[in-house]
């Protein structure tokens, strides 16, 4: 289960999503590909409105009882120290890529990253401070 409807923004160009499994639930597939095509959302939409410099790329860590997966330019320093186990993409989203690409990249790193064990509650506040 998506812990929020929308990716929380750390920062203008950083977004994550809490991923946590309940048994009546989802299964993480389905919700990997609707997180990917949210994080796809906010990608397309900042590459055509705003002057960014950078491109996204795809990350995530495991907490107590959750997963945590995100997209963004730069990653915020409080996140890899709360994460010891944050995973970064090699693979950039680039601004050439249409919509249903990004959509499928971001899909597909998630996919290849580990997961950790996610079948407990949320139990842990996420406390990100972002200097942007």
Request: proline share 5%.
């Given at each position: 289960m998506l812990k929020n409807e929308v990716p929380l923004a750390?920062?203008?160009?950083?977004?994550?999503?809490?991923?946590?499994?309940?048994?009546?639930?989802?299964?993480?597939?389905?919700m990997i590909r609707k997180a990917s095509r949210q994080f796809g959302e906010q990608i397309i939409s900042h590459y055509r409105s705003d002057d960014i410099s950078g491109e996204y790329r795809v990350f995530?860590?495991?907490?107590?009882?959750?997963?945590?997966?995100g997209v963004g330019i730069e990653i915020p320093v409080d996140l890899c120290k709360q994460f010891p186990s944050l995973i970064v993409s090699n693979r950039l989203i680039e601004r050439r890529?249409?919509?249903d690409n990004i959509t499928m990249i971001i899909e597909y790193e998630l996919g290849k990253m580990p997961v950790g064990r996610i079948n407990g509650h949320l139990?842990?506040?996420?406390?990100?401070?972002?200097n942007v």
């Open positions: 750390l920062s203008p160009t950083c977004f994550i999503h809490h991923v946590f499994i309940d048994a009546w639930h989802h299964s993480l597939s389905t995530s860590g495991f907490g107590d009882g959750y997963w945590m997966i890529h249409c919509p139990t842990r506040k996420l406390t990100v401070t972002c």
